[in-house]
């Protein structure tokens, strides 16, 4: 089983960034790909940026550019630093880890609000 706990989010102007975080504990060592998704509101959850290994990445093309992942496996943690945000990344983000057994598992998810 693996436990991941969102942080991070919160209201900013267009413009500006956020950096989320997502702390991973349990069976980490099964974890192979991390990733943070994002789902508006009416809208079907979609893929941000996912992180393998701790090294090869790979975005959404609506957030090239502009948003960075990364992970720092000694805290078992990966991140999502948000730069020159837009209105229409206003969505709750969430992180999930992918195992080597084919699971997935998701947090609770973080509230990004961007204003005009």
């Known amino acids: 089983q693996v436990q991941l706990v969102e942080s991070g989010g919160g209201l900013v102007q267009a413009g500006g960034s956020l950096r989320l975080s997502c702390a991973a504990s349990g069976s980490t060592f099964s974890i192979n790909v991390m990733g943070w998704y994002r789902q508006a509101p009416g809208k079907q959850r979609e893929l941000v940026a996912t992180i393998i290994s701790g090294r090869s990445t790979n975005y959404a093309d609506s957030v090239k550019g502009r948003f960075t992942i990364s992970r720092d496996n000694g805290k078992n943690t990966v991140y999502l630093q948000m730069n020159s945000l837009k209105p229409e990344d206003t969505a709750d983000y969430y992180c999930?880890?992918?195992?080597?057994?084919?699971?997935?598992?998701w947090g609770q998810g973080t509230q990004v609000t961007v204003s005009s």
């Open positions: 999930a880890a992918h195992t080597g057994r084919n699971d997935l598992y």
